[in-house]
T-cell receptor, first 112, second 114 residues
Framework: QQPVQSPQAVILREGEDAVINCSSSKALYSVHWYRQKHGEAPVFLMILLKGGEQKGHEKISASFNEKKQQSSLYLTASQLSYSGTYFCGTDMSGAGSYQLTFGKGTKLSVIP | ETGVTQTPRHLVMGMTNKKSLKCEQHLGHNAMYWYKQSAKKPLELMFVYSLEERVENNSVPSRFSPECPNSSHLFLHLHTLQPEDSALYLC?????????????FGPGTRLTVL
């Protein structure tokens, strides 16, 4: 089953903060976050693993609550360049990057 | 060329045509992926190759046929497609040998089936 992302869309003014959530009905081994700008390829942001290890973007932070089977992406002091659709990809099988199930995405629009 | 490239960028084909999508990665990776991205739907993993062997096939219809001749190239052969196959087809690559390696995506091929 695909993870559920919330909100579906959000509009921010520059400098405001946002939180994007990703919830799964199944236990997760890892959560992967990507951003896709309109007409462009998805770009890697972060991977969060069971046990707390993370790898990814310096300016974006995220959390992974294994018990609640959810992850949150924190965007602080948003910039115009943060606009795009954010996807979480969940690993429910232990196959890591080889078998990700993606959510429908959260469309983030940052306005001046 | 750098990163992951895909050709063609746009393709329009009839239901009886045969065409192929090409993906090339210039990152020295050894795992490659095909994804389908439809409007209002999540990214769907179609095929995964690691070290040129197919690792995953997510019950994709046989009208889609992948080919990975070497670690830098990936093809998706298409035949007798349906209009519902119209979508953006994305290729990605990653470094195998670690389960948690980020994927690098190409710009995609926008496919329209008439």
């Amino acid at each position: 089953q695909q993870p559920v992302q919330s909100p579906q869309a959000v509009i921010l003014r520059e400098g405001e903060d946002a939180v994007i959530n990703c919830s799964s009905s199944k236990a997760l081994y890892s959560v992967h976050w990507y951003r896709q700008k309109h007409g462009e390829a998805p770009v890697f942001l972060m991977i969060l693993l069971k046990g707390g290890e993370q790898k990814g973007h310096e300016k974006i932070s995220a959390s992974f609550n294994e018990k609640k089977q959810q992850s949150s992406l924190y965007l602080t002091a948003s910039q115009l360049s943060y606009s795009g659709t954010y996807f979480c990809g969940t690993d429910m099988s232990g196959a890591g990057s080889y078998q990700l199930t993606f959510g429908k995405g959260t469309k983030l629009s940052v306005i001046p | 060329e750098t990163g992951v490239t895909q050709t063609p960028r746009h393709l329009v084909m009839g239901m009886t045509n045969k065409k192929s999508l090409k993906c090339e990665q210039h990152l020295g990776h050894n795992a490659m992926y095909w994804y389908k991205q439809s409007a209002k739907k999540p990214l769907e993993l179609m095929f995964v190759y690691s070290l040129e062997e197919r690792v995953e096939n997510n019950s994709v219809p046989s009208r889609f046929s992948p080919e990975c001749p070497n670690s830098s190239h990936l093809f998706l052969h298409l035949h007798t497609l349906q209009p519902e196959d119209s979508a953006l087809y994305l290729c990605a690559s990653s470094q195998a040998g670690g389960l948690y390696n980020e994927q690098f995506f190409g710009p995609g091929t926008r496919l329209t089936v008439l």
